[in-house]
């Protein structure tokens, strides 16, 4: 699973990163350029770049899915079928490439942030925006931040198996029939009876006294940090429950990869 895990990160990682850095890169000269010329034009192509730049991490999102399509289900179907991997071994493969990949998507996001608050005229400065918050967290602000990090996690996970069984099931009977419609057709689905599953349990739990939150407030000379936590029993309640819609989705994609391969 390690060696399918490298190659396809190797394929992947160069166009998450074009797509990330590619804006940005545009943007910057585009200002320095504009600095120097003060050629107005300039001007729309860096708002262009920037609004590109907002819509990175989607777009990053959408041509990782595109290339897991065609890796297993489309152009390139033929080389991978033929490596000797398991289907569990494929599908963790895959899921660790999103993971992966989130990551990277999610660091890169924050790196824009910072560098478009570079200090200008009124501009706000990275390393406070840094600063003040390590200045004020506290153990109980740092455990309640770990906790929302591997609830995200959980989160994100789940979503990227949806993205997966999508794939998956597009490829098979009768979905392949529909062509790249039938995928997108039953991620659409999938993710909105995703979210039906969500609110249904928030309302069922919050009308319980399973789940309770704690509100932590740490004060410094500048503002105010508040937040709510979740106590150790609600917070085990929410990762059992993410767990076991991971646990779901990971069976399904792994039956039906198999299911197609076998029938391939």
């Known amino acids: 699973m390690g060696k399918l895990f490298r190659q396809i990160f190797k394929e992947d990682i160069k166009k998450v990163i074009a797509w990330m850095l590619s804006p940005l890169l545009i943007a910057i000269l585009g200002v320095f350029v504009y600095k120097l010329t003060d050629f107005r034009p300039i001007s729309l192509i860096i708002v262009i770049s920037g609004s590109v730049m907002t819509f990175a991490p989607l777009i990053s999102l959408a041509s990782l899915n595109d290339s897991d399509n065609n890796r297993f289900y489309g152009k390139k179907a033929a080389f991978y079928t033929s490596l000797p991997f398991s289907s569990s071994e494929v599908t963790g493969a895959r899921l660790i490439n999103y993971l992966v990949m989130g990551l990277v998507i999610g660091l890169f996001s924050i790196f824009n942030f910072l560098l ?79 979210g039906y599953i969500y609110v249904k349990f928030i309302n069922v739990l919050g009308n319980t006294t399973l789940i309770k939150f704690k509100e932590y407030s740490k004060g410094t000379a500048t503002f105010t940090i508040n937040m709510l936590d979740l106590n150790w029993s609600s917070f085990a309640i929410i990762v059992l429950i993410l767990g076991l819609f991971a646990l779901a989705y990971f069976a399904l994609v792994n039956y039906f990869h198999k299911e197609k391969i076998s029938v391939d």
């Open 116 to 194: 478009i608050g570079l200090p200008s005229d009124g501009g706000l400065d990275p390393l406070e925006i840094l600063k003040c918050p390590g200045q004020s967290i506290d153990l109980n602000i740092f455990i309640s931040l770990v906790k929302f990090i591997i609830i995200f996690a959980l989160f994100y996970i789940v979503f990227a198996l949806i993205i997966m069984a999508a794939n998956t099931l597009g490829a098979s009977r009768p979905f392949n029939k529909m062509g790249k419609i039938g995928g997108v057709i039953l991620f659409a689905g999938m993710f909105l009876f995703q």
